[in-house]
């Protein structure tokens, strides 16, 4: 995004103090005659710009509640930049004035630590099927949905959404080559301890905020999957991409916890049915999107790509291991057990 168009967001961001404002929706129309009940109305608000992956997400699900209600039911989809940052979105959620939201570890860590487990390098399988089985596994739902219940929020759904790659001035090779990098994370601590152990200065900023700080020289790296940084411009403002296969993103999907269990029979089952099959509709959803803006990114030749080799990776696999005590010491209990429970399916996962 051109700094002109993000300096536009900002504003948009401040300045959109009324949620129907800003909302997009052409669901089909109900209600108008007097015998037909009046659409429920959910906001979800999201934490990415129009085609992202998460978007994608929710017009699927805006598409099968409409359908499967036949209108009864339809979805306001709010885009990041119309009410406000990722932790705001959570608020807004916690508060019951939003109905639904994407909720990224990266930033809801900090309110719900559980969450951190998506953030620890190394953890979870490079195999996208071991990935898939994992993000699915009951005994480790039920782990996490009480550390976002805890907060007031019902875990729907894991939304993965891609290798995250780092972009930077300059190439990174090891841990040294972090010395001094003022590394822009997401706002959760723990994300910016997994760059402190590598050697970074991370630099906690909010999503829409980042071009500028590149532009500006404020930050001098930070890290998303492919279809952000293309479609954000991160590219335009750096000079080496290095795809460490270290951290996938994966976003959560929440709704207020106490709005999901006061619904009626009818309303959970449409909302349940229409998040049945969504990790697999979602999962082609980011492999297409990663693969076709790696492949812009690369034709834009306007910054260079690399790759770590497995020795690389390993140096940066025992350099993060400190981030893995911060996570223990922030989860507690409940976080020891979601941790052994990702390594041993990973485990399994290596015996296949
Ligand atoms: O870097 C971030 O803050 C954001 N990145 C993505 C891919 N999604 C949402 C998140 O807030």
Not at 106 to 119: K, Q, R, S, T, Y
Not at 133 to 146: G, N, T, V
Not at 254 to 269: F, G, I, K, P
Request: with cysteine; aromatic share 8%.
């Amino acid at each position: 995004m051109k700094a002109r168009q993000n300096g536009a967001l900002v504003l948009t961001m401040v300045s959109c103090l009324f949620l129907s404002a800003c909302s997009d929706n052409d669901d089909e129309v109900t209600g108008l005659f007097p015998d037909e009940p009046e659409p429920e109305i959910w906001r979800f608000a999201l934490e990415e710009i129009g085609g992202s992956v998460q978007d994608a997400w929710a017009q699927e699900f805006r598409r099968r509640i409409s359908e499967l209600s036949e209108g009864q039911v339809q979805v306001e989809i709010y885009p990041y930049g119309s009410i406000g940052t990722s932790p705001q979105l959570t608020q807004l959620v916690e508060n019951g004035r939003v109905h639904l939201a994407f909720a990224s570890p990266g930033h809801v860590a900090d309110d719900i630590p559980e969450a951190g487990i998506f953030l620890l390098p190394f953890l979870f399988p490079d195999s996208d099927e071991a990935n898939r089985r994992i993000l699915a596994d009951s005994e480790l739902l039920a782990l996490l949905q009480s550390g976002w219940q805890d907060a007031g929020l019902q875990l729907l759904d894991l939304v993965p959404e891609g290798w995250m790659i780092w972009t930077a001035d300059r190439p990174i090779h090891s841990p040294e080559d972090f010395t001094g990098l003022r590394m822009r994370t997401m706002t959760a601590p723990l994300q910016a301890e997994v760059f402190r152990a590598w050697g970074a200065e991370p630099i906690p900023m909010p999503y829409s905020e980042v071009y500028d700080a590149l532009q500006l020289g404020q930050v001098d790296g930070q890290s998303n999957p492919a279809f952000a940084i293309a479609e954000m411009n991160f590219h335009e403002v750096q000079s080496v991409m290095t795809v460490p296969q270290a951290t996938r993103f994966v976003a959560s999907v929440v709704s207020n916890r106490d709005w999901y269990r006061n619904l009626d029979d009818n309303h959970r089952q449409w909302l349940n049915a229409a998040r049945a099959g969504m990790p697999e509709f979602i999962d082609e959803v980011q492999r297409n999107y990663n693969r076709r803006r790696l492949q812009q990114i690369r034709e834009s030749g306007r910054i260079t790509m690399e790759r770590l080799t497995d020795e690389q990776r390993e140096r940066f696999r025992d350099a993060s291991l400190p981030a893995r005590d911060h996570f223990l010491n922030r989860a507690g209990e409940r976080g020891e057990r979601i941790l052994q429970r990702v390594q041993s399916l990973a485990v399994d996962a290596g015996a296949d």
